[in-house]
């Protein structure tokens, strides 16, 4: 997270921190979400089960449920399915370049190579 930059659309410095964090249960853990709400990023991550029952066991002392948008987690699923279309291509899928700038070219030519399917 630390490492992330998000561009400005009117220029200037790009921000280091997004408005909104989409995971998936992997990323359901407490520290994880505290980490997140101390940089005030708004999240969606889905509890896992065990989670959710330990919290629910432990009654007033587990805390609110989180809060969870079933809109914005199925774009992140679109968004997911839409990176993963150009590893049909084996080049990009095993990685085969050294140098950062033929990979990104690889990448490139089988994405034009979608676009004029």
């Not at 997004?18 to 005030?40: E, F, I, M, T």
């Amino acid at each position: 997270m630390e490492r992330t930059h998000v561009p400005r659309l009117t220029g200037g410095h790009p921000r280091t921190r997004p408005s909104h964090v989409c995971g998936d249960k992997a990323y359901s853990s407490r520290q994880n979400r505290r980490y997140l709400r101390r940089r005030q990023v708004k999240h969606t991550v889905p509890e896992r089960q065990d989670q959710r029952a330990n919290r629910q066991r432990r009654g007033n002392r587990g805390g609110r449920p989180t809060g969870f948008d079933r809109a914005r987690y199925a774009r992140r699923n679109e968004v997911e399915r839409t990176i993963n279309v150009p590893k049909g291509f084996r080049a990009v899928a095993t990685r085969y370049d050294k140098r950062a700038y033929v990979f990104h070219g690889t990448v490139t030519l089988a994405s034009i190579r979608l676009w004029l399917r």
